[in-house]
């Protein structure tokens, strides 16, 4: 379906706006409609997982309500009693109202009534939240996004029992709590409303759903499209810097939905976020669906929120982890309340596809709703097929000209994720063509997330610690090139994000040899870096091996450090290490003053071998050294007073490099060890040796040689990434020629 733009929806809005919107089927109307209510009565009792989350739902409310309602004056920060205590109000408030639907028990429309009533009767006179860290600082909660988060979650509740209250109750709600709720989080905080970032996602999907409920106009209006105020020019900011709003800019709901979101579904402040922002939005939008299902919006530009969700399954590991991209918290994954939504919503509007119902049957509820009675209905008639996750490039930017994200996938099992997006708004980090690596569920080369123990009242009220800033976000923290020991684009956030990487070509063709290409000529000045990272399945390699190769060009000398961030235990070298008998900072800022320098060494021949293990596996890293390089041994850990980082390792390679500079590496996965029978199998590499045949700035080429001596040769055009671009190459003394921007073969 074409693209709608903004124009046209201004057009279709004004005219259903301005007509009575009277609710034909009334209420409960949103996400659990009338219709969808009879329909779940009469199957009550034969769709096994839907009649079990309601029963772990009704035991769940059942609990809260034997305990009785505490609506407490705000005080705390994340994790505090007050905080908590507001949350699992407005999340246990909707699953009450579904009851009260679906059960028929007036038990639950009490409760819910008493509890708004409660709320009601507090919000009149509530002052500001008294914790001031915020940009936008709630009434109920620290911060205006939890403050939209209760509303959207409560307008649910609302519509549940919208009819079983009487006209003067509803009369008091909406002119004493609703309206002031709404009217706080748009007109008297646009620094919060009016942007694009997914706290602005929040807040204008809370005041759309609740304007829903209310038959508001005006509302919805302002949900959609942001504030009037076009004139205004301020700096809308979180904790560690914001998108900037520009006078003139669109803001709302559609803006929200047109640019962080590409083509291909991926959200560019990464997964970790796009999870969380994959609430309001999917809820909003499913809500006009069912009201107003004439403005389509659902097929917005492309249908590009049911594609996100495909998109944000496909971003998890053999676990259905997220993966840590930018600001996020590791082990966050599609169990998440938010993505049994977003999986209900998908099936339910996007086509019944049988994928989902697999995720559905692992993730084991459902949302008490219409979407998760579709959901429920199609894995008892056996309908769910496997979601095989393959591999995928997803491209970053409104219109998908901004970077990306490429996953290789030798299997499910085995992933390699490979970064050359853009910054990712306030969330991003500056690192660009960074990699992480996985297997089997577990991080073998990681990408370290945020520093942030999020609604842990003990570590800084649950919010981002200062070490984000000076750690998580510097380059030396991830798998890519650091110069000088200074992060890309020198950290600053106004110049990141301006810049993204270029995609130079993406290859899964062929499922043996799987290649991913990036190039970034703005991280540094002056400096051009190209990495190709290939997933490679070789039968005389026990498992599938990443070969990587970073190219780099500058105008002067630099030191160049490329850190490996691996997980495990440290076996062995083929190099001799120099301990320190005392511990110091690796450098003084950009994260090196984080970094304690555990060992150094200088190669021993031209290639530096490490090996490690980690969960039962064996791993060794290859790297073609040149014999001035260092080696060095570095831990997390340094000038962190107050313990917030973990105590990572690292391997780093530094070079001091003029002109043209190759980083060749490959890694392996090999061997199992059992502690329970003590038993050890194949604890070494296949690979013997990797060399450099010709490296310039047509062709680079390496030679990888396995223990039994025999090798195999990967050629890569640094120029033509055409996929129909012949090539006649000498390299190694031998002429080879293809067609393509790369070549793997047999060395005869």
């Known amino acids: 379906m074409?693209?709608?733009?903004?124009?046209?929806?201004?057009?279709?809005?004004?005219?259903?706006?301005?007509?009575?919107?009277?609710?034909?089927?009334?209420?409960?109307?949103?996400?659990?409609?009338?219709?969808?209510?009879?329909?779940?009565?009469?199957?009550?009792?034969?769709?096994?997982?839907?009649?079990?989350?309601?029963?772990?739902?009704?035991?769940?409310?059942?609990?809260?309500?034997?305990?009785?309602?505490?609506?407490?004056?705000?005080?705390?920060?994340?994790?505090?009693?007050?905080?908590?205590?507001?949350?699992?109000?407005?999340?246990?408030?909707?699953?009450?109202?579904?009851?009260?639907?679906?059960?028929?028990?007036?038990?639950?429309?009490?409760?819910?009534?008493?509890?708004?009533?409660?709320?009601?009767?507090?919000?009149?006179?509530?002052?500001?939240?008294?914790?001031?860290?915020?940009?936008?600082?709630?009434?109920?909660?620290?911060?205006?996004?939890?403050?939209?988060?209760?509303?959207?979650?409560?307008?649910?509740?609302?519509?549940?029992?919208?009819?079983?209250?009487?006209?003067?109750?509803?009369?008091?709600?909406?002119?004493?709590?609703?309206?002031?709720?709404?009217?706080?989080?748009?007109?008297?905080?646009?620094?919060?409303?009016?942007?694009?970032?997914?706290?602005?996602?929040?807040?204008?999907?809370?005041?759309?759903?609740?304007?829903?409920?209310?038959?508001?106009?005006?509302?919805?209006?302002?949900?959609?499209?942001?504030?009037?105020?076009?004139?205004?020019?301020?700096?809308?900011?979180?904790?560690?810097?914001?998108?900037?709003?520009?006078?003139?800019?669109?803001?709302?709901?559609?803006?929200?939905?047109?640019?962080?979101?590409?083509?291909?579904?991926?959200?560019?402040?990464?997964?970790?976020?796009q999870r969380y922002a994959m609430y309001p939005f999917l809820m909003f939008a499913q809500s006009l669906n069912n009201v107003k299902p004439e403005l389509g919006i659902l097929e917005y530009k492309d249908g590009v929120l049911l594609k996100a969700i495909d998109a944000l399954l496909n971003l998890s590991d053999a676990d259905g982890e997220f993966f840590p991209l930018n600001d996020a918290q590791k082990g966050m994954s599609y169990f998440s309340r938010s993505l049994v939504s977003a999986v209900d919503i998908a099936y339910h509007s996007g086509g019944n596809d049988p994928r989902l119902l697999d995720i559905a049957e692992r993730q084991g509820e459902v949302t008490l709703d219409d979407a998760g009675f579709s959901v429920a209905l199609g894995i008892r008639e056996g309908g769910a097929r496997p979601f095989v996750k393959r591999s995928v490039n997803l491209s970053d930017g409104p219109r998908g000209q901004q970077g990306g994200v490429a996953i290789l996938r030798a299997d499910e099992g085995f992933t390699l994720v490979f970064k050359y997006s853009a910054q990712g708004l306030s969330h991003g980090h500056y690192d660009k063509l960074s990699f992480s690596l996985y297997e089997n569920g577990k991080e073998v080369l990681q990408d370290y997330g945020l520093v942030r123990f999020v609604n842990i009242e003990q570590k800084g009220g649950g919010n981002y610690l200062p070490e984000n800033t000076s750690w998580a976000k510097q380059t030396i923290a991830h798998n890519t090139l650091t110069l000088n020991e200074s992060s890309h684009f020198g950290g600053k956030y106004e110049i990141g994000s301006r810049h993204h990487s270029e995609l130079y070509f993406f290859d899964v063709a062929n499922p043996d040899v799987q290649v991913v290409s990036a190039t970034d000529t703005n991280a540094y000045p002056g400096t051009h870096m190209h990495r190709t990272m290939a997933l490679i399945r070789d039968s005389r390699f026990e498992r599938p091996f990443v070969l990587d190769l970073l190219r780099t060009s500058a105008e002067e000398r630099k030191q160049h450090d490329l850190p490996f961030w691996f997980m495990g235990q440290h076996l062995e070298t083929n190099f001799d290490l120099e301990t320190p008998t005392q511990l110091h900072p690796l450098g003084e800022q950009n994260g090196y003053q984080h970094l304690f320098l555990e060992a150094r060494a200088r190669p021993s021949t031209d290639n530096a071998q490490f090996q490690w293990m980690r969960e039962g596996a064996f791993y060794t890293l290859t790297s073609a050294v040149d014999a001035n390089d260092e080696l060095l041994f570095t831990r997390l850990g340094a000038n962190d007073p107050d313990f917030n980082l973990r105590r990572d390792a690292a391997l780093i390679l530094r070079r001091d490099s003029a002109s043209e500079s190759l980083f060749a590496t490959v890694i392996e996965s090999h061997g199992s060890y059992s502690p329970v029978s003590e038993l050890t199998v194949n604890p070494r590499g296949s690979l013997a040796q990797i060399r450099v045949i010709r490296d310039d700035k047509d062709y680079t080429a390496v030679l990888l040689t396995d223990r039994q001596d025999f090798s195999s040769v990967f050629i890569l055009s640094n120029q033509e990434p055409s996929e129909s671009a012949m090539h006649r190459v000498r390299a190694g003394g031998r002429e080879f020629s293809w067609q393509g921007p790369f070549h793997y073969t047999k060395w005869e």
């Open 2 to 273: 074409k693209r709608l733009n903004l124009l046209f929806w201004a057009t279709v809005s004004l005219l259903w706006l301005t007509t009575a919107h009277a609710q034909a089927g009334g209420h409960p109307s949103l996400v659990l409609t009338k219709a969808g209510v009879e329909k779940i009565r009469a199957e009550l009792g034969n769709v096994p997982l839907f009649d079990a989350t309601v029963a772990r739902v009704r035991e769940e409310v059942d609990a809260e309500i034997e305990r009785g309602i505490d609506t407490p004056i705000p005080k705390d920060f994340s994790g505090g009693y007050t905080h908590e205590r507001h949350k699992r109000n407005f999340l246990i408030l909707p699953k009450a109202g579904a009851l009260y639907q679906i059960l028929e028990d007036e038990k639950y429309a009490v409760y819910v009534r008493d509890m708004l009533f409660q709320y009601e009767a507090m919000y009149k006179d509530l002052p500001l939240h008294p914790q001031t860290r915020s940009y936008a600082r709630g009434k109920l909660f620290w911060q205006c996004l939890n403050d939209a988060n209760w509303l959207l979650y409560v307008s649910q509740a609302y519509d549940a029992i919208y009819e079983w209250l009487s006209a003067e109750e509803r009369h008091r709600l909406e002119a004493n709590l609703f309206r002031p709720f709404a009217d706080f989080l748009s007109l008297e905080n646009p620094q919060f409303f009016n942007r694009i970032h997914n706290h602005s996602t929040w807040g204008n999907a809370a005041v759309g759903m609740i304007g829903l409920v209310m038959n508001d106009e005006e509302l919805v209006h302002r949900a959609l499209y942001g504030l009037d105020d076009n004139g205004s020019d301020f700096e809308a900011r979180d904790n560690d810097g914001g998108f900037i709003r520009r006078e003139g800019q669109a803001a709302g709901f559609l803006a929200n939905l047109e640019e962080p979101f590409s083509p291909d579904g991926y959200y560019t402040e990464g997964p970790y976020y």
